[in-house]
T-cell receptor, first 113, second 110 residues
Framework: EAQVTQNPRYLITVTGKKLTVTCSQN?????MSWYRQDPGLGLRQIYY???????DKGDVPEGYKVSRKEKRNFPLILESPSPNQTSLYFC????????????FGPGTRLTVT | DAKTTQPPSMDCAEGRAANLPCNHS???????VYWYRQIHSQGPQYIIH???NNETNEMASLIITEDRKSSTLILPHATLRDTAVYYC???????????FGKGTSLLVTP
């Protein structure tokens, strides 16, 4: 089944404790991205990747890192999480950057205390 | 990307057609109209897209006015599972980020 998976689905952590949210797709997509969703602000793009070893900032990249060492994986790294990074995170992928259809993962709900 | 305007909420009776409007008066010639939906807090789901012509797929129909300044997403026979937030997005094909606005919260009632 074609899908985007994220782990963990739920995470509660404390300020400053490094964490990684994994994202994997099995569709051989070139383009992958991360969004965060906050009440009243909608979905905002954090980082995106056009292909392996090619990443770029989205609208709200501060406090996040990403890497794209393999085509299927695009982990989101929070080196020193803060409470303002409490949010619902979605990973998405598409065949290419401009492809009409983007596939979204199920989401990761992160709480930073 | 052009800005879109959608009503914040709509109701629809189960089995009836749900018609969701979207205004995009500043759309440019190379921008597509996309519709996604998000059921509760799940990941957004692609529904349909169009440029000039009306489009139909297994999920919905998209009607775009001749001047392209507005469009309507039609769910022909709404079910309770269609209750979701529906997002109208305008984007150049070669663009990358999807700019989700506030969308329309559709409630399908029995």
């Amino acid at each position: 089944e074609a899908q985007v998976t994220q782990n963990p689905r739920y995470l509660i952590t404390v300020t400053g404790k490094k964490l990684t949210v994994t994202c994997s797709q099995n569709m051989n997509h070139e383009y992958m991205s991360w969004y965060r969703q906050d009440p009243g602000l909608g979905l905002r793009q954090i980082y995106y990747s056009m292909n392996v070893e090619v990443t770029d900032k989205g609208d709200v990249p501060e406090g996040y890192k990403v890497s794209r060492k393999e085509k299927r994986n695009f982990p989101l790294i929070l080196e020193s999480p803060s409470p303002n990074q409490t949010s619902l995170y979605f990973c998405a992928s598409s065949l290419e950057g401009g492809a009409h259809e983007q596939y979204f993962g199920p989401g990761t709900r992160l709480t930073v205390t | 990307d052009a800005k879109t305007t959608q009503p914040p909420s709509m109701d629809c009776a189960e089995g009836r057609a749900a018609n969701l409007p979207c205004n995009h008066s500043t759309i440019s010639g190379n921008e597509y109209v996309y519709w996604y939906r998000q059921i509760h807090s799940q990941g957004p789901q692609y529904i349909i897209h169009g440029l000039k012509n009306n489009e139909t797929n297994e999920m919905a129909s998209l009607i775009i006015t001749e001047d392209r300044k507005s469009s309507t997403l039609i769910l022909p026979h709404a079910t309770l599972r269609d209750t979701a937030v529906y997002y109208c997005i305008v984007r150049v094909y070669s663009g990358y980020a999807l700019n989700f606005g506030k969308g329309t919260s559709l409630l399908v009632t029995p």
